[in-house]
């Protein structure tokens, strides 16, 4: 018989346990694979963005939940909090552009191995390789959880942390969204967010593989309808598009796929020059560098993979004099710099998504300490609910304050 009994150990699942322990609370933490913090060990390219400094007001505009659901939750932890608790158990912080905190040793399995010793030190049980199959209800309570080996576990309160769909190598497969339909709880659709696409144009993805641009704005068109927009930084892969940009509009693009809308994308590679502006600039290296080929001049204006897709899409030979360009060619290659257009055919799924879009109905879940309306000695934290955001921190943040949130709440109940 444990207090409380907490079904996965991720970034949710270890740090609720070791608020809880601290305080002399019985842990026990159902954790499916044979690893803690698997996915935390990846989070942010392998150097955990672990919260982002942002003021309330626009941190929340980063979510695309309700945000009156989300206040309690930072208002009772929020950034500074949670870089406290990091500093506190030996993980150093740095703030970088976007008001964004990493870990300062950019690894991040050193935050996973502070939490896993915190862990040792407040004799938190753990039981590795534990499949939840099933919860026992007697009424509107939860009496025990069942293995998939039959072994049966009671508590007298429990915490549903198993995370979401995304990543489901790191042990993500979306289990707690079962286990929460099968109390009675309502999900909400879930999908792949914070997600690279796959282009039709594939040819182009080939040249363009590995390129990184910067500083360039992002349109989203649907069935010719401009929808979204985006200014900042993308990359090319050999199948498709990736980078901050892509994956902050991701969510909503992910759900015009799914209406099986047509979706075309525009990047403007000199957003802040006008096509006046841009023309002339291009007339004055015209003039400037008159015996050198369209190749050559256009080195100053774009990378070298961008070059090759230019001049094909134009039809202009790369040896071609810049004497004797046309002004319908100058047109084109003005129109490509301002309008680099490619179509969007599917998202790259669950196994590359960064979070899940849906999750357990937040209409069904107190929002002042994330307990079930349903099961009255039933929790929540993380991702299972539906609750996602855009990169920079935030989801991380979300898992630390919801967290502290049902801690507070447990610790006030015995």
Known sequence: MYDIIIIGGGASGMFVSNFLAEKGKKILILEKTKILGRKLSITGKGRCNLTNLNEKEEFLNHF???KEFLKTAFEKFFSQNTIDFFEKIGVKTVSERGKRVFLKSNNAKEIVFALKNLLKKNKVEIIYKANVKKFIKKENEIIAVKLENKKIFR??????????SSYPRTGSTGDGYKLAKALGHKIIPIRPS???FEIKEQRKMEVLNGLILKNVNLKIFVNDKKELEKFGEMQF???GISGAIVLNLSRKIVDFLKEKKKIKISIDLKPALSDEKLTNRLMRE???FPNLSIEKILRKLMPQKLIKVCL???KILFSKNVKIISNNEKIKIVKFLKNFSLEIIKDRGFSEAIITAGGVSTKEIYKKNLQSKILKNLFFTGEVIDVDADTGGYNLQWAFSSSYLVAEKLMRNF
Not at 155 to 164: M, P, Q, R, S
């Open 64 to 66: 695309h939940t309700d």
């Open 155 to 164: 508590a007298k309160y429990f915490v549903l942390a198993t995370g979401g």
């Open 194 to 196: 914070l997600v690279p």
């Open 237 to 239: 892969y050999k199948w």
């Open 286 to 288: 015209f003039k400037k």
């Open 312 to 314: 094909q899409e134009t």
